[in-house]
């Protein structure tokens, strides 16, 4: 595909369930980012990876939140035992440089909506 | 503690006139800053950009002012159109962890035909 995709586009969960978010970033990029948006907020950092190497993750808001990139490729972001206040959309993005590559731009997917009641 | 804020959450421009869009920041490390647009149901996308050690950067009918001794930036829109209604977030980064971009809380544009 032409952009970042992301799956499932919404997720309903119940608290306490675990979920996986994914994300297919554009091929050949070698950044990828994970950020949480709460409802009326801007994207919030949550990791970074460059290839398969998880070079940030001080955004992730709990040993709960778990990311992989194993193959520098497709991206995973697990949840697990879910609470209310994980509801938010969860956007994925990917650049093309990494390492010194100071000024790329970063394309973002469409996110994913997660609810948990 | 936001670090880049945008204190306005709406604006409404007729069709033709000058859009402005603030946004300020507290960090005074950050020295790279961004503006992205946002449709609904879709990822931001990016728009313009601006470094420190320029004040201006101009793009088409986008332009971005950066005021380092205020830590202001502004996105200006001329002429607005209405497919440039969407929500516009402004971004910073620092050249510590270029990577993590501090996205302030967004201002939603209409602008009317």
């Known amino acids: 595909g032409a952009g970042v995709s992301q799956s499932p586009r919404y997720k309903v969960a119940k608290r306490g369930q675990d979920v996986a978010l994914r994300c297919d970033p554009i091929?050949?990029?070698?950044?990828l980012f994970w950020y949480q948006q709460a409802l009326g907020q801007g994207p919030e950092f949550l990791t970074y990876f460059q290839n398969e190497a998880q070079l940030d993750k001080s955004g992730l808001p709990s040993d709960r939140f778990f990311a992989e990139r194993p193959e520098g490729s497709v991206s995973t972001l697990k949840i697990q035992r879910t609470q209310q206040e994980d509801s938010a959309v969860y956007l994925c993005?990917?650049?093309?440089?990494?390492?010194?590559?100071?000024?790329?731009?970063?394309?973002f997917g469409p996110g994913t909506r997660l609810t948990v009641l | 503690d936001q670090q880049v804020k945008q204190n306005s959450p709406s604006l409404s421009v007729q069709e033709g006139r000058i859009s402005i869009l603030n946004c300020d920041y507290t960090n005074s490390m950050f020295d790279y800053f961004l503006w992205y647009k946002k449709y609904p149901a879709e990822g931001p996308t990016f728009l313009i950009s601006i470094s420190s050690i320029k004040d201006k950067n101009e793009d088409g009918r986008f332009t971005v002012f950066l005021n380092k001794s205020a830590k202001h930036l502004s996105l200006h829109i001329v002429p607005s159109q209405p497919g440039d209604s969407a929500v516009y977030f402004c971004a910073a980064s620092d050249s510590y962890n270029f990577n993590k971009f501090y996205f302030g809380s967004g201002t939603k544009l209409n602008v009317k035909p």
């Open positions: 993005a990917s650049s093309l440089g990494g390492g010194q590559t100071r000024y790329n731009e970063q394309f």
């Open positions: 091929s050949g990029h070698v950044s």
